[in-house]
C-alpha cells in the first residue's frame, strides 16, 4: 500500500477529517507527513482518524506529534481519534500523548472542535 492509499482527506462538519489507513511506521511516515500536511494546507480544524491504523511505530508516533505541532503552529485546532480497546488507543495512553487532544470517534471529535 503506498501512501497516497494511506492518506484520505473528507471535509465533514466544517473540519478536514485525514483518514489514515493501514501501518503507519518507518517505511512511509515521512510520506504520510507530507500528504497530510499538503492536503490539509488551509484547513480551519482537523481531525486526524486513526481507526482504520493497524500499526504505528516510534516514526508514526513522531510523525503524528509533528502533524499535531504543525497545525498549532498554523492555528488549526486539533483532535485525534483512536477508539478504545485499539492497539494504537493502547500505545497513545501508553506513551501519555497529549490526552486532552484524543477522542474515540470522528463525531466526538467535529463535536470537540466545532462546539
Same mark, same amino acid.
Given at each position: 500500500?503506498?501512501?497516497?492509499?494511506?492518506?484520505?482527506?473528507?471535509?465533514?462538519?466544517?473540519?478536514?477529517?485525514?483518514?489514515?489507513?493501514?501501518? %503507519?511506521?518507518?517505511?512511509?511516515?515521512?510520506?504520510?507527513?507530507?500528504?497530510?500536511?499538503?492536503? *490539509? =494546507?488551509?484547513?480551519?480544524? %482537523? %481531525?486526524?482518524?486513526?481507526?482504520?491504523?493497524?500499526?504505528?511505530?516510534?516514526?508514526?508516533?513522531?510523525? +503524528?506529534?509533528? +502533524?499535531?505541532?504543525?497545525?498549532?503552529?498554523?492555528?488549526?485546532?486539533? =483532535? %485525534?481519534?483512536?477508539?478504545?480497546?485499539?492497539?494504537?488507543?493502547? *500505545?497513545l495512553?501508553?506513551?501519555?500523548?497529549?490526552?486532552?487532544l +484524543?477522542a474515540? *470517534?470522528?463525531?466526538?471529535?467535529?463535536?470537540?472542535? *466545532?462546539?
Amino acid at each position: 500500500m503506498s501512501a497516497e492509499d494511506r492518506v484520505a482527506v473528507r471535509n465533514e462538519g466544517g473540519c478536514e477529517v485525514v483518514e489514515l489507513r493501514g501501518d %503507519v511506521d518507518h517505511a512511509n511516515a515521512e510520506l504520510v507527513e507530507r500528504d497530510v500536511l499538503t492536503a *490539509t =494546507r488551509a484547513a480551519a480544524g %482537523v %481531525v486526524i482518524d486513526l481507526t482504520a491504523v493497524s500499526f504505528l511505530d516510534s516514526a508514526g508516533l513522531r510523525c +503524528l506529534d509533528r +502533524l499535531v505541532t504543525a497545525f498549532r503552529h498554523r492555528r488549526a485546532p486539533v =483532535r %485525534v481519534v483512536a477508539p478504545q480497546g485499539t492497539a494504537v488507543r493502547f *500505545t497513545l495512553e501508553l506513551i501519555e500523548f497529549l490526552p486532552d487532544l +484524543l477522542a474515540t *470517534t470522528v463525531d466526538e471529535a467535529i463535536g470537540d472542535l *466545532t462546539g
